[in-house]
């Protein structure tokens, strides 16, 4: 068993498997030939967290730490049929909801044109958006998607939308497919990005669905850069139409010297949805159930797709 933590930093592993610490670095701990559970380093590139799987011929799970897979899933070509790929769903959906309304919250309100003028020691006062009232469309509504609305309903919103992959009925409404994405759009006051990156949400945000954004409205993503098309949302953010809240961009980490830093109404944080102090127990409680249930062959948590050729 591959993990990224030590071992005395857990407590109820079952005994019986032979741990190996590995969180990334250029030596691996043994052959990865023998490896059976790998626990995907968190928060490292997608070469880094790919590099072992072309060794790992007897491999049986891959656990990543994240809600997302794309980072590993190419990677997934170079192992037998049958291997169970498992995120982390249940670890990171209270650290992003709250990022998700501390962005819509300090965007609305203005808190980074504060942060300016505090600087400047300028006193800068004025009539804000409030959220109060406003309508919310919420594009991804798995686990994460459902924690953001949780956090929504104390603050009067005017409405929340869902979308999905796929129509479902939810205890708090209707969740629409992404085909409804054009006629939900122009009645949306802030939109908000947590859906998967995949084939089909690669580029979702293009010119067209921003285009379809009611004057004045924020665009949050806290999903994946790709989802977005950054010359495109560029485009609406310079013409001051639209604003943006973003944890993610494309490409990322953001260099140096690109638009997106210093174009008008945009308040960046780095990917930081999931890196906080939730994270750590929520992380191990899912791998001490999971390798538990493994060795006492009961079924896993989390699987999103078996490996077949």
Same mark, same amino acid.
């Given at each position: ?63 990543? *730490? ?6 590993? /899933? ?30 819509? =919250?300090?965007? *609305? #309100? ?13 006193? &800068? ?5 409030? !959220? ?13 998607? %459902?924690?953001? /609305? ?21 205890? #708090? ?28 949400? #690669?580029? =979702? ?6 285009? #379809? ?19 495109? !949302? ?11 809240? *973003? ?15 210093? %174009?008008?109404?945009? *308040? ?24 538990? &249930? ?10 999103? !797709?078996?490996?077949?050729?």
């Amino acid at each position: 068993m591959w993990l990224p933590f030590r071992v005395d930093e857990f407590e109820g592993l079952p005994e019986g498997p032979e741990y190996r610490y590995w969180n990334g670095e250029q030596e691996f701990p043994g052959d990865p030939a023998d490896c059976a559970f790998y626990v995907v380093p968190y928060m490292k590139p997608p070469a880094t967290s790919q590099r072992p799987l072309l060794g790992m011929t007897s491999v049986q799970v891959v656990q990543t *730490l994240s809600a997302g897979v794309d980072h590993v /899933e190419p990677g997934l070509k170079h192992l037998r049929p049958g291997v169970r790929l498992c995120n982390a769903r249940g670890v990171h959906e209270a650290s992003t909801a709250e990022l998700t309304l501390t962005l819509i =919250l300090a965007s *609305l #309100r203005g808190v980074p044109d504060f942060v300016r003028g505090q600087d400047r020691e300028e006193w &800068r006062s004025g009539f804000r958006p409030a !959220l109060a009232d406003k309508t919310v469309l919420i594009v991804g509504y798995g686990s994460i998607g %459902a924690a953001i /609305e949780d956090r929504l309903v104390p603050f009067e919103v005017e409405r929340v939308a869902r979308v999905a992959r796929s129509a479902r009925t939810t205890a #708090r409404g209707p969740v629409h497919p992404l085909t409804e994405l054009p006629s939900l759009l122009p009645e949306a006051d802030v939109v908000v990005l947590s859906t998967p990156l995949t084939d089909s949400t #690669r580029g =979702l945000v293009n010119a067209d669905f921003l285009a #379809r954004m009611k004057d004045g409205a924020l665009l949050v993503n806290v999903a994946r850069g790709p989802v977005v098309d950054t010359k495109a !949302l560029l485009a609406e953010l310079e013409s001051g139409r639209v604003t943006a809240a *973003l944890d993610v961009t494309d490409p990322e980490p953001l260099p140096a010297g690109h638009p997106l830093w210093h %174009a008008p109404g945009v *308040l960046i944080s780095p990917h930081v949805g999931g890196p906080t102090s939730a994270f750590l127990p929520r992380a191990k409680r899912l791998l001490v159930d999971q390798l538990n &249930r493994f060795v006492n062959r009961e079924p896993l948590r989390n699987v999103v !797709l078996t490996t077949s050729r």
